[in-house]
């Protein structure tokens, strides 16, 4: 059977996502597997679609391609639109055994409108493959949904056909431009599928032109749709907590609920499982249900699961069509207000949904991570599920039409919102009993010591209204016997080696090539460590135990010396890893890596040891989660629950404290999860600020070690992944394509004093769960041992960025801001334009056949692209650290960079070097010969301005700096106003580009 072939230009990721989507389809008969690839890796495929297909009369292709900038083509894309527009290819007719189909994206706004996918279309039939459906060009700013929806609709269908019969209906340019003008639509509108209704119970409803409208129904005839759009896991675990809620009161014979159902999904999956329910009339009066949970990513975009619904809600022929007329709805946003484009995602949601008709049940909820998702998260899923009720039902009123932004910080009171007892709560009592001080665990003494409970007292009892919901199952799972043998339904297709694409849920495994400490830091700890673990390596959870104490005796956070203390926490590595030999996994500079994380070996080993002393489980038997296929204990304790992340969710934390055993510890578990003044003082000083995990609750609350494997996979969160930029240049010399760096801080700190009953609880050595473990396993590296040690491998993703790039055009002279690891990126920067900037000296300019030859190579590729350029822009780079001598990160690689030109201007600022602090902002503002220089760079050169690291001060006071000189320049010093003004303005053009944390 014959493989379909589709191929992607993407550099937002919408040409990918449309591209996954279509790969995910059923396939027609003719076509057994299907590859999903970057444009840019055809090389791969060239010499199976030269010959003729053993099943057919040609192989069949469809190409997916945006187009960026002024009609310039995506990175991944450039290699195969130069290949095709090569004279040598238009006359060997490669693709003459290909019929093919190019589907546009693009943005009417800009004059270049589907550019790359016009060059594709055209050039294809040149190159001598048949054309199997006119080019579809889809309009981001009016109905790209629309278009795209219809094209993936007809397309496999005229692929397979064109394949089969060697030959196509729509060959000439005449009926393609024709096709363009008007799509095709289809002759029958799809049956909206509506769910069965349920028997009423009220009278019939009157007829509609005459007599008051009927009561409202006991029931919905459609079930209360959740939808969120998530990056990095918030928003999903919201959504589902919130149907796993609704799904629990359904399950409560006791309760009168409206919707008969709950369905929780992506927002992307609207079309087909909602929009039909959204599109049917239902009881007069009343409307369907829909409650929307979504993040905001970048600057102000959507996640990649929400793209779509997004697009689908901003277009123009919606509005009078009025879509969700029918729709009953409630938003949260979350956001970082660190960031400008504060849950713009979630603001442009709710303001559409009642554009195209929709009726608010509540205002807009925007929750902050930087204060604390919790504060707004938790009044809003107490309200919600009655709110849309009642507006939904025709029962209450709709929230006003004004939007209002509802946003706390972590100072902010929050008033305790009343709720019902459910069945289960009501069987837990709260029952007083002897107390015996002596016999108190650590936990259970704290937590009466700072609620000032005298001895032989009973704890405070907790109304429950005052605690949060208990939190439904995340999880289930099934001991397997040991002789089971799982094996994989046979309904399970596999994608083919060559359609390999990795992501968070198939990620690359990487090995640790080299690494190396950017601060001065001693690598004796790291000798120490290899000394110790010896020959067994670093792979079992007591070696890498070992190992950290080792490291951690070398680098004490406590003591007399200030300085020495300061120093020693602050640890920075450069880290290189592995990538396929393959090129599957490709990046470009200001792209990041995605770590998958796993809970820290210590965490692992005390919660092994818990379950087999508690249940008898041994780490090596299996189980199934969720009926997938089998893995170990071990693993799924490593890997499957967040043991060791700060415990900030107090719904976690009360749902856990069921578990204990000891009615004292429960009940002082209970008051730290309750809402009352006192429980939420005692939860931040004892949780938040000492950054207790899960583990630290089951070591100092020991009736909680009671809890089964099961009850852990339910109530824990699932490891979020860390991101970090990359350091280093695929064009680099040294590495090539074989590696990638990486550069982090170690995070290793001591927690607040905490002194209980006259002893010190606090100063706890708190570290990152994933760099404490990184640095661990990097030992073997950071002190050149020599000696062969078993080092695990790393898990990792590529995660692109559309936004953080060098500009295309190399005249432009770039400035790059980035104290600390906001340096790291910038490396890759420097490197990348070292390598083009060389290339441009040494090289003549390439004739005919050289090009030919280069246009093979993808660093050749882009090399060539910049030697037609007469000018080089300068660049400018501002560093900033605490001491010149310790944590100056890429200290030599800088100044050789500066030394050989290709960074015009060094500006360095050490904080704790001098008796003033000085940052990088102040060398802005007040060095004169650097303020000129800005003004010229920015505002007569066109300079494009880059901004890495700390969000929370560095980003904002920077950004005050540049509107401060630049208000100087224009106005004078008393308009700071237009300074600002500009530098918004810097951003829309993209010339202004941030990448904060």
């Known amino acids: 059977m014959a493989t379909l072939y589709i191929l992607y230009g993407s550099a937002t990721g919408n040409a990918e996502g449309i591209s996954l989507d279509l790969a995910e389809k059923t396939l027609p008969a003719h076509f057994s597997s299907v590859v999903c690839q970057p444009l840019e890796n055809f090389k791969k495929y060239t010499s199976e679609w030269s010959k003729p297909p053993t099943h057919g009369k040609k192989h069949g292709l469809i190409l997916i391609c945006s187009t960026t900038g002024n009609g310039d083509a995506p990175e991944n894309a450039n290699r195969f639109v130069r290949y095709i527009k090569r004279k040598q ?24 409108f589907c550019q790359t996918g016009k060059i594709l279309d ?15 060009c889809a309009d981001e700013a009016t109905d790209m949904e629309e278009s795209v929806d219809q094209f993936m609709e007809q397309v496999l269908a005229d692929i397979e056909r064109a394949c089969v019969e060697g030959d196509a209906s729509f060959a000439t340019m005449s009926e393609m431009k024709k096709s363009q003008e008007t799509f095709p639509l289809p002759t029958e509108a799809p049956t909206p599928v509506v769910p069965a209704p349920i028997p009423a119970t009220t009278a019939p409803a009157a007829p509609k032109e005459s007599g008051p409208l009927p009561p409202p129904p006991e029931k919905s005839d459609s079930p209360l749709f959740i939808l969120y759009g998530s990056a990095t ?49 239902p009881v007069a009066g009343t409307k369907h249900g829909l409650v929307v949970v979504a993040s905001t990513t970048g600057n102000g975009d959507a996640p990649e699961n929400c793209g779509r619904f997004v697009r689908f809600l901003k277009r123009k022929s919606n509005v009078d069509a009025q879509p969700l007329r029918n729709v009953g709805f409630a938003v949260l946003g979350l956001g970082d207000t660190n960031y400008d484009q504060f849950c713009q995602t979630g603001k442009s949601i709710n303001k559409k949904l009642e554009e195209l008709g929709g009726t608010r049940a509540m205002a807009l909820a925007c929750a902050d991570e930087a204060t604390g998702l919790e504060d707004v998260v938790e009044p809003w899923t107490h309200k919600v599920l009655l709110e849309i009720t009642n507006v939904c039902r025709g029962s209450g009123a709709a929230a006003s039409t004004n939007t209002t932004v509802k946003t706390a910080s972590r100072n902010t009171p929050q008033t305790p919102v009343a709720q019902e007892t459910n069945e289960e709560e009501k069987k837990i009592e709260i029952v007083d009993m002897p107390i015996n001080e002596d016999a108190m665990c650590i936990g259970l003494r704290t937590v009466r010591f700072m609620m000032n409970v005298r001895p032989g007292m009973p704890m405070t009892k907790v109304e429950f209204s005052w605690l949060p919901s208990l939190r439904p199952s995340r999880s289930s799972c099934e001991l397997l016997d040991d002789d089971c043998d799982h094996q994989m339904d046979d309904d399970v297709s596999v994608l083919s080696s060559g359609s390999q694409t990795y992501s968070m849920n198939h990620p690359y495994s990487a ?29 079992t959870h007591q070696a890498a135990i070992s190992a950290r104490e080792a490291i951690d005796t070398e680098f004490p956070l406590d003591g007399d010396n ?7 926490a602050k640890r920075v590595i450069e880290m290189s890893l592995s990538l396929p030999e393959d090129s599957t996994l490709e990046y470009h500079p200001g792209d990041a890596v995605g770590l998958i994380t796993t809970n820290s070996p210590a965490a692992v080993s005390f919660v092994l040891n818990m379950l087999k002393e508690k249940h008898g489980l041994r780490p090596e038997q299996k189980i199934s989660i969720d009926e997938n296929l089998p893995i170990t204990i071990e693993q799924a304790v490593r890997e499957n629950m967040d043991l060791c992340c700060v415990l900030k969710n107090k719904r976690i934390l009360y749902t856990l404290a069921q578990c204990a055993t000891d009615n004292d510890e429960k009940n002082a578990l209970f008051m730290l999860s309750s809402k009352t003044s006192e429980g939420a003082a005692v939860f931040d000083e004892y949780i938040v600020k000492q950054r207790r995990s899960a583990v630290d609750m089951l070591q100092e609350f020991p ?83 020599g000696k062969p040690v078993e080092v695990p491998e790393i898990r990792i993703f590529p995660k692109p960025t559309a936004e953080f790039r060098m500009p295309a055009d190399l005249s432009k002279p770039i400035v790059l801001i980035g104290p600390g690891t906001g340096i790291a990126p910038f490396m890759g920067f420097l490197s990348h334009r070292h390598v083009l900037e060389k290339s441009m000296d040494s090289s003549p300019t390439p004739t005919k056949e050289t090009s030919d030859v280069m246009a093979e190579e993808d660093e ?52 704790r070097d001098a008796g003033k602090k000085e940052y990088v902002q102040d060398i802005m503002t007040n060095n004169s010969d650097c303020r000129n220089r800005l003004v010229d760079l920015i505002l007569k050169q066109s300079a494009c301005v880059y901004i890495c690291g700390d969000g929370n001060r560095m980003a904002s006071d920077v950004q005050v700096a540049l509107a401060t000189i630049l208000a100087a320049e224009i106005e004078g010093d008393k308009f700071i106003d237009s300074g600002k003004a500009l530098v918004e303005d810097l951003k829309q053009q993209g010339r202004l580009v941030l990448d904060i944390w």
Not at 89 to 112: A, M, R
Not at 562 to 568: H, K, L, T
Not at 707 to 729: D, H, K, Q
Request: hydrophobic fraction near 35%; glycine fraction near 8%; charge should be negative.
């Open 89 to 112: 290819t238009i006359e060997s007719k490669p693709f003459q055994h290909c019929v093919f189909s190019v589907l546009g994206l693009g943005d009417t706004n800009y004059d270049q």
């Open 122 to 136: 055209k050039k294809m039939v040149e190159v001598g493959a048949i054309r199997a459906k006119p080019l579809v």
């Open 233 to 281: 896991g918030n928003a999903e675990s919201i959504a589902i907590d919130l149907a796993e809620t609704y799904e629990a009161i359904l399950g409560n014979p006791d309760t009168k609920t409206y919707f008969p159902s709950v369905v929780c999904m992506e927002a992307d999956q609207f079309k087909k499982k909602c929009l039909p329910t959204w599109e049917t009339d």
């Open 511 to 539: 090995q640790i090539k080299a690494a190396r400490y950017l601060t001065a830091s001693s690598t004796e700890g790291a000798s120490r460590a290899c000394e110790k673990v010896g020959g067994q390596g670093l792979s």
């Open 562 to 568: 200030v300085d020495i203390a300061d120093r020693n």
């Open 703 to 785: 009736s909680l070690q009671n809890i089964t494997l099961e009850g852990l996979l339910g109530v824990l969160p699932p490891i979020a992944p860390r991101y970090y930029s990359i350091s280093s240049s695929p064009l680099d010399e040294e590495r090539g394509k074989s590696c990638l760096t990486v550069a982090f801080s170690v995070v290793d700190y001591l927690t607040p004093s905490l002194v209980v009953d006259g002893k010190e609880i606090g100063n706890r050595r708190v570290q990152g769960v994933t760099t404490g473990y990184l640095e661990t396993i990097c030992a073997p590296f950071l002190c050149n041992s």
């Open 860 to 911: 050749s590729n882009a090399v060539t692209h910049f030697r037609s350029q007469p000018h080089v822009g300068e660049v400018d780079v501002f560093f900033g650290c605490r001491h010149a001598e310790h944590d100056w990160l890429y200290k030599e690689e800088l100044k050789s960079l500066h030394q050989a030109g290709i960074i015009a201007n060094l500006y360095t600022a050490f904080s």
